[in-house]
């Protein structure tokens, strides 16, 4: 063989090595990014499962109270409902005509008279 055609493999072998060199980098690369997919992908489905029990806890307490208000107005609570109802619009017609009194008696500030009205 000749030199030349043992340089042109030298450089041949030099040519694959760099490639295989870019390669290797490019998978790493690729491996990298697909960890970090399945970390999020983890993340988010651990998310979600904690998002459906609570909205489970929560569709279970709506159904608890609908059914503790299905109860309450039922025929044999109706007495009751009625007087729950009675003091609820006798506490907002108090608040609603109470308060104008309770802040304008704090608020008011009697005026003196004036030194020449008393001439």
Known sequence: ??????????VFEQQNDV????LSSKISAIKNITIDIHQD??????????SHNQFSGLGSTLTNSFGRMNRMISKR??????FYV???VFVFFLIYYGAPL???AFSSNPTL????DSL
């Open 1 to 10: 063989m000749s030199s030349s055609s043992k340089n042109n493999g030298y």
């Open 19 to 22: 490639r295989l060199n870019d």
């Open 41 to 50: 992908v983890t993340d988010q489905d651990r998310l979600l499962d904690e």
């Open 77 to 82: 609570h109706q007495r009751q409902l009625c």
């Open 86 to 88: 009675s003091i609820l």
């Open 102 to 104: 309770i802040t304008g």
């Open 113 to 116: 008279p004036d030194e020449d």
